[in-house]
C-alpha cells in the first residue's frame, strides 16, 4: 500500500485520529446536498424505522431527525471518530429526543438501539 493509499484510508475509509477527523469535516461539507436529496427520496412514512449503515459524520442522520415523520432514527458506523462526529452534530435532537428513543448511533459489532441511544 502506498502512502498515498495509506492517508486516504485514515480519512474516508475508515477513518481515524487526526486524518478521519478532517476527512469527516470534508465528508460532511461535500455530502450534504446528496444527502439531502437521499433524505427526501426516501419518502418516510410516520411508522417507519431508518437506519443509516455507515453514516460518516452524521448529516443524513441530521436531516432525518429533523423530519416529523421519522419516529426512530439510527445508525451504525465502524468509525469511532465518525460517530463521535455525528453525536456532536446532533447534539441538539439527542437532548430533545433521547428520552422517546427517536435518535441513536453506535459502532459496528456493538451496536444496539437501546443500549446506543443518544
Do not use: Y
Request: net charge positive; glycine share 12%; aromatic share 6%.
Amino acid at each position: 500500500m502506498s502512502i498515498t493509499e495509506a492517508i486516504l484510508l485514515r480519512m474516508f475509509g475508515r477513518p481515524q485520529w487526526v486524518l478521519g477527523r478532517l476527512g469527516g469535516i470534508i465528508m460532511a461539507r461535500t455530502n450534504k446536498a446528496c444527502g439531502a436529496w437521499v433524505a427526501q427520496l426516501l419518502e418516510i412514512a410516520p411508522r417507519d424505522t431508518v437506519l443509516e449503515v455507515g453514516f460518516g459524520p452524521g448529516v443524513v442522520i441530521e436531516r432525518l431527525s429533523k423530519l416529523a415523520a421519522a419516529p426512530r432514527v439510527a445508525g451504525v458506523d465502524a468509525s469511532q471518530e465518525m460517530v463521535e462526529q455525528a453525536r456532536a452534530r446532533n447534539r441538539a435532537a439527542i437532548r430533545t429526543q433521547d428520552r422517546s428513543g427517536r435518535l441513536a448511533a453506535g459502532l459496528g459489532g456493538e451496536f444496539t438501539f437501546r443500549q446506543q441511544c443518544l
